[in-house]
């Protein structure tokens, strides 16, 4: 879903992470741990939020970057374009990456979806900011 145009080895090694995450995510709501089990009943919200934390780490973390990097040598200059790598990025396409990463930041915010979920290491780290997260939703739900 999230990885459909994107280059053929950046998607593998995306399908490859998520995969991998969530064999461990399966591993630690399996009734192992008690402190994760409750959020089994939850798990196509955490596959969404795990694939989205990939994608953002991935693909729009680097959009991020690369346009505030190059914006302020095309805005700033007479540059017409900035290369990276063998690519040319023109004012252009600097303000449509700008506008996906604004768009995905928008629909994280329409969605209560605080992005520090996504910083994280180890998949472990993940369970538990999704844990605290919805802990923090159903308090909040109790609580009218």
């Given amino acids: 879903m999230f990885t459909e145009n994107l280059p053929y080895k950046l998607s593998e090694q995306m399908r490859f992470e998520y995969n991998r995450r969530l064999s461990d995510i399966n591993y630690f709501i399996s009734g192992r741990y008690d402190y994760y089990a409750h959020l089994k009943k939850d798990i196509e919200t955490i596959q969404l939020l795990l694939a989205l934390s990939i994608f953002y780490k991935r693909v729009l973390s680097n959009f991020d970057s690369a346009t505030k990097f190059t914006s302020r040598v095309v805005f700033k200059s007479e540059a017409v374009s ?8 023109s004012a252009n396409e600097i303000f449509k990456l700008n506008k996906t990463v604004l768009t995905f ?40």
């Avoid at 900035?82 to 990025?89: E, I, N, P």
Wanted: charged letters at 40%.
């Fill in 105 to 144: 930041k928008k629909l994280m915010e329409e969605y209560s979806i605080p992005l520090g979920l996504f910083e994280y290491l180890e998949t472990k780290e993940l369970l538990r900011k999704i844990k605290v997260y919805k802990d923090g939703l159903d308090r909040n739900k109790d609580n009218g």
């Fill in 82 to 89: 900035v290369q990276l790598g063998t690519y040319d990025l």
